[in-house]
C-alpha cells in the first residue's frame, strides 16, 4: 500500500512526518524489547511472557503491514523538488536538517531491511501447509 502520493496529494506535511517517526519508533521499540528479552533472559527466575508477545506483536505488524509505508517514508527523504523536500516545502535540501534525517533514514532503513530479513528466515516456511506439524509461524496463538 502506498500512502505516500495520498499524502503528497493532500499537501499534508505532518502525516509524512507521522509516518516517518512511527516508522522510527516501532525499529527503536522492537529493538529495545530484543535488549530487554536479551539481559531478561539470561537471568534464572524470569516469568514474564509479555515482552515476548509484544515482541511477536511488532514483528508481526512490521513485516506484513507496515514494511512498505515505513520504508517507502524513510527513503523518500532523499527527493528534492526544486531545492526543496517534494512533501514539506520547508525543509531545505542538502542543508543541515535534511542532512540529519537522510542519515538517520539510512540507519533505520537498513536496521528495518535487517530485521525483517531475519524475521523472514526463522518465522517463515517455505511450502507452508496449516495442518503441518513443523510450521513455525503462528500468528498470536495462545
Known amino acids: 500500500m502506498r500512502l505516500l502520493p495520498t499524502i503528497q496529494a493532500g499537501n499534508r506535511a505532518s502525516f509524512y512526518w507521522m509516518l516517518y517517526f512511527a ?4 525499529t527503536l521499540s522492537i529493538i529495545g524489547l530484543f535488549i530487554y528479552l536479551h539481559c ?14 509484544l515482541l511477536r506483536g511488532f514483528l508481526v505488524l512490521l513485516y506484513w503491514v507496515f514494511y512498505s509505508p515505513v520504508f517507502e517514508s524513510l527513503l523518500s527523504i532523499f527527493r528534492c523538488q526544486g531545492g526543496r523536500h517534494f512533501i514539506d516545502n520547508s525543509l531545505v535540501c542538502y542543508e543541515a536538517a535534511h542532512i540529519f534525517f537522510m542519515v538517520i533514514s539510512v540507519i533505520f532503513s537498513i536496521l ?4 525483517c530479513f531475519l524475521n523472514a528466515l526463522v518465522y517463515q ?17 495462545q
Open 112 to 115: 528495518i531491511f535487517l530485521i
Open 23 to 26: 516508522g522510527v519508533a516501532v
Open 125 to 141: 516456511e517455505t511450502q507452508p501447509v496449516p495442518e503441518d506439524a513443523l510450521a513455525r509461524y503462528v500468528l498470536f496463538a
Open 40 to 53: 531478561s533472559l539470561s537471568v534464572k527466575k524470569f516469568y514474564f511472557t509479555w515482552p515476548v508477545n
